[in-house]
Every structure is written in structure tokens, then in C-alpha cells.
């Protein structure tokens, strides 16, 4: 759920903070006083476009702030931001903040790290369902009315399966693609990866080898020096007269005498014998190294042909030996491939053959489900939008499905959610067949029957917070009543945060806010307040009327019945 709203210098608001609370929220005010403001600024910092002529005047720029709880959000969200390198959520609180400035600096961050515009709109779509003045104009879209029904039907884990055999019939098109070249192009891919493959494969590369000849290479290359501080290495330990061995020995005959004047300096001689063990160790490990040492101008030769291989490499097929070889093993493939191509063309269009059939098993079936689907949704949407004042309405679900052709050429276009495309058909009165909602529906018809299928769906929406923004337009009286109780209802499983106008809409709320404008400074600013029981009947007279007793009263027996 949303928890905090934070708005900085947009439009009339200097510094506002929202603190909303779980359920039924709605917001009222007088015409012009900004209640508008309250949305756009969600709208920003949920990945909307900013527009800068919304900054207060006299500022540089502004900020929006959203807080939102996400401890029973129903998607990936900690994984998403892992990938995505964002700050995890800490006790369950997502923090989302945008800031754009008249200069055209923008910024959005999540949990405190900078992110993308398209980041922050993704996690907006998880968050917040928004329905304004003319959102519900999406309910028009055939693939928004096919995501509803699929929706309610819970049948997202059959249109992803769907979606998944169609990218495997592209990538197997692609595949065959390559292979149906001309005979000169085909003639030259052949040359192109036969000269690929044998100049890798003759190099036989070991994976790793790189860094063990980058060595190997260095240590030739400093032979000689390495020989002679070696061996002036083995001259100072044991070598010439004043060696250190020599100086050791001598050092031990002076302590075993000091030992037999004072027996209590026997650790010091001991730890005089550890000394010349530890030098005749070192003495002997020096003697196998230079052993090793060997100045060869034709091994230092070698080696670095070796490595001018391997950076040639490199250069043509990939930043790292590892990339090379892994190039070398595609392009063996495709070689093969190609050289074996009507064996090749013949399997894929094998694999092509089996996996169009499984999309038309697949998209059947899913078909069937959606048709056993359509009473069910038709009558449950009926029943809500009877209770919004269509007494005697009929909404209906009908579905074309594509028919498959034995010509694949002339096979109907099949999308990514199936076989099928939706219309809703709605019958506002009756004696009427119904039509297409698209060919009959106003724009409060529309906002009746999106809040219809709202409440319908409630139960299997995943999305935590629902807006609207003046949804209950053109209604009134008993419908205004109806409208506001499905708010309640929807309320029960989701957030809700509701502009209104309508006093019936607004009584049922759990938390109602005022937003009001006054001048300060010679300056006009918006404030918006929670509003406690007897300020609410106030505001709910107002919306009535005015302020005369049976408004106030009307009020009362509103909230009291709420």
C-alpha cells in the first residue's frame, strides 16, 4: 500500500507530505484547489513524463516522494532490483523519488540509488492501478478486454506458455532463415567459417593457458638478470668469506660459550641452530631455482609468437581466450550445419512442424477454457453493473477464435496471448441487443462498467493500490450511492484512493482528506488535511450544498449509515 506522499514546489504545492491510510481513501475539495495536483504528482513518481512547466513559479525545481509497503506484494520486486543494481527494501518500504528542475535536469531514484525511467515506470505498473477522466478508454482495447477475461479466469500461466512456444517458432524461422541463402552467399559462409574454425582449432587453445605463458614469457625474457641476482643471492648466503652461513657459524660458537658460562642463554643458542637451519633451507631452495634459470633466446622466441597468436585472436573473436574458444565451438556448428544443410533444412522444418502444432494444441486449448470463461464474467459484470444503476443491462464477452488453414501461408495472424481477440458487448437498456461497448458506450457508462469489472476482478488483481480520479462522472443520486459502496467493497482487498465530487461516493470512505488553497505571502499554495468526523460532516454538507441544518444532517445520516 501506499503509505507516504511527499510533494515539493508542483504547480500550487510549496511542501506537502500525504499520509494515506489501508482501504478507502478519498479526497474532496472545491473546483481549483488542486485535488488534480495530488494524482499528478503520483503520476510522476511512478515513471509518468515530467512536464516542467509545472514547476512552481519562483523555483528551480521540484521533487515528488512516494513510500509504498510492499510486504504482501505479489511479484519478484527484491530480485528486480538485485538485477537492476537498486538498494533492497528495508522492513518492507519502497522508496520512490523523482526530481526534475526548470534547468532539465530529471532524476528518479529507488531506495536511494539512481535508476532509469523505464525502471521506475515498471515498478509503477506493479504498484498502482490509475484510472482518471479517460483511462477507462483502455477498456475499448480488445487486448485489454482479452487480458480482463484472462485475468479473471486466472489464466496468466497459460498465456506465458502461449507466448514462450511462439518465441521458439520464431528462433527455429530464424534458424531456417540463415540456411535459405543464395549459392554465392552460401558459398562464402562456408569459406568464411571453414577459415574461422581451422585458424582457432589449429591454435589449440587451453583455456587459461594465457596467463601460465605471460609468465613463462616474462621470466625469459628477464633470464639473464634473474641469473645474476641469483647468484649474488647464493654469494652473500654462503659463498665468499664474510657469508652468511660463515658469520652464523661463527655466531654459534660465541653463544655455546656464552652457554657455558650462563646455562640460562641455552634459547639463544637454540634459536642461533634454528637460524642456520632456516639459511641451509633457503641456501638449497636458491640452488634449485637457478637450476631452473636458463637463458634461451629460442624458448623466449617461442613464447612470444605464442602470445602474438593469442592477441591476434583476441582482436578477431573475443576479449578473452574463453570467448575465442566458445567461437570457435558456435562456428563449428554453423559450418556443420551448413555443410550438411538440406539434412539441416529438412530437421527444422521438422521442429517447425512439431512446435506449430503444439501452438495449436496449446492455443485451443486455452480457447476452450475462455469460452466456459464468458457466461460466468458476462453475468457476474451484469450483476455489478445493475447495482450502478443499469437495472435491466447485459454485458456479454463474445470471442473470435483464428481458425487454422492446411496453406500455412494463409494462416491467420496468431499473437503472443493466443488464438482469440475479445469484444465486450454491452446492452445498457432493455429490447436492445447488445453491441459492442466501443460502438455504444458514454464516457459515464464507461466508468460504470471499468468499475464494474473492477469490483469483479478485485479478488485477482494483484496490483496493491487502485486511483481514481473523477471516475464517477455523470452519475448521481441513487447510482452516486452505489458507486461509492463499490468503492468500499474493492476497499476490502486493495487501497483505494478516490478524487471525487459526489458526497455519496465520498461518505463510505475510511479516510477522507480536504484539499483547500489560501494565500500566504501573496502567494496562493494547496494544503490538504485528514479530516476528523465533525469536519467531515462539514465537507459533506458542502458537497450537498451548504451549510444549512438538513445538509448537515443529511450528512450525518450519510457517514452513520457508511
Known sequence: MLTTL?????????????????GYNVITGETGTGKSIIIGALSLVLGERADRTLIRGGSDGCAVEAMFDVKNLGVPLQNFLAENGIEPCEEHQLVLKRTFSSAGANRQFINGSPTTLNILATIGEWLVDMHGPHEHQSLLHPAQQLAILDAFGKLQDEREAFGKLLKQRDAIKAEKASLIVDEQ?????????????????????????????EQEHRRAGNAARLLQLGQSAQEILSESDASLLTQAGALGRTLHEL??????????????ALAISTLGELQTELSHYLDKVEVDPARLAELEERLNLLQSLKRKYGPAIADVITFGVEARRKLQSLEQRDAELARLNSALKK????????????????RKLLPQLGKAVSKQLS??????????????????????????????????????????NPGEPPRPLRAIASSGELARVMLALKTVLAAEDQIPVLVFDEVDANVGGETAHAVGEKMKQIAQKRQVLCITHLPQVAAPASAHYLVNKEVKAGRT??????????????????????QTEPARRHAEAMLAEA
Open 6 to 22: 511527499r510533494i515539493k514546489n508542483l504547480a500550487l504545492v510549496t511542501d506537502l507530505t500525504l499520509e494515506l491510510q489501508p
Open 185 to 213: 552467399t552460401y558459398a562464402q559462409q562456408l569459406e568464411l567459417l571453414r577459415f574461422q574454425t581451422n585458424e582457432i582449432e589449429s591454435a589449440q587453445l587451453k583455456s587459461g593457458e594465457e596467463q601460465i605463458i
Open 259 to 272: 652457554q657455558r658460562l650462563d646455562p640460562s642463554t641455552e634459547p639463544l643458542a637454540a634459536t642461533q
Open 355 to 370: 512446435v506449430d502444432n503444439e501452438i495449436w494444441r496449446a492455443g485451443g486449448e486455452l480457447s476452450i477454457k475462455r
Open 387 to 428: 447495482e450502478l444503476g443499469f437495472k435491466q443491462s447485459r454485458f456479454e464477452v463474445a470471442l473470435a477464435t483464428a481458425e487454422r488453414y492446411k496453406d500455412a501461408a494463409n494462416n491467420p495472424r496468431v499473437t503472443s496471448t493466443g488464438l482469440d481477440a475479445a469484444e465486450f458487448q454491452f446492452a445498457p
Open 525 to 546: 499554495i494547496s494544503q490538504i488535511t485528514l479530516l476528523e468526523r465533525g469536519e467531515r460532516v462539514t465537507e459533506l454538507a458542502r458537497m450537498l450544498g451548504g
